[in-house]
């Protein structure tokens, strides 16, 4: 089996992979997690606006909203117009402005890195997602009903091949090996304020970028293929 329990395990839960990134140093935006909309007010004292909450429901940047100030958090709460997810549970994570207008995924399969792409933002779009069946949200994603995405645009945000520093690549590498991830991706974005890397996401399942040979220079799946089939011929370990 290919990323078991303890990589979705951390796939599934963004409270549990900010506190692996913690718990390995490495930078991450400053986050709360909420059961209840009742608590973001008091939550996000500790925050410096913009914020962005995200509700524990699936993926793509699904019901991610952004709020410039306080007064419009207060009303949304009021109001009910955030969305907590099936769980009512979400994140309340400082809003980072990525610098040159785009974040860096990095997929690591096995743990050697793969390649790496830039993804080059809309305004306002939270739906990052590399890969040809990625769906944008039909919800707006900020407050006011502001939409930010344009519905006539792709369905996927623009990519280019990257090549990121060495030192952040083995930070890639030791946040899938502290995930129990074997493939999959790390994504990050350089702070607009202070030029720092900040990692934000981990993800088991892994959406490799559509048109690769173009983008990257090669296709992944045959290196994707080769390694199943190793890990397929391995001996079974038989604990009696």
Do not use: W
């Not at 962005?52 to 429901?57: E, F």
């Not at 997810?85 to 610098?99: H, N, P, R, T, V």
């Not at 306002?124 to 069946?133: Q, S, T, V, W």
């Not at 645009?153 to 946040?175: G, W």
Request: include cysteine; aromatic fraction near 10%; glycine fraction near 6%.
């Amino acid at each position: 089996m290919l990323n078991g329990y303890d990589a979705y395990v951390n796939e599934f839960s963004k409270a549990r992979q900010l506190k692996l990134l913690h718990n390995l140093g490495l930078r991450h935006p400053k986050s709360y997690v909420i059961n209840h909309t009742s608590q973001a007010m008091i939550a996000s004292k500790n925050l410096r606006y913009p914020i962005i909450i995200k509700p524990n429901i699936g993926g793509s940047g699904a019901h991610i909203i952004k709020f410039n100030t306080p007064q419009d958090l207060e009303i949304a709460v009021n109001t009910g117009s955030i969305e907590m997810g099936m769980d009512q549970s979400a994140i309340l994570q400082e809003y980072l402005e990525a610098k040159d207008n785009r974040i860096i995924r990095i997929e690591i399969l096995g743990g050697e890195f793969l390649y790496a792409i830039q993804v080059f933002l809309s305004s306002g779009e939270f739906n990052l997602c590399p890969a040809d069946y990625c769906k944008p949200s039909d919800e707006p994603q900020s407050f006011n009903n502001t939409r930010l995405d344009d519905p006539n645009t792709t369905n996927r945000a623009p990519v280019a091949s990257f090549n990121p520093p060495d030192q952040i690549i083995e930070n890639a590498r030791r946040i899938m090996t502290a995930s129990n991830i074997e493939v999959g991706g790390v994504e990050y974005l350089i702070n607009e304020s202070d030029g720092l890397e900040y990692y934000y996401d981990i993800n088991a399942l892994s959406n490799f970028v559509a048109n690769p040979i173009e983008i990257v220079g090669f296709d992944p799946f045959p290196s994707l293929v080769d390694f199943v089939v190793s890990r397929a011929n391995e001996p079974l370990a038989v604990t009696l």
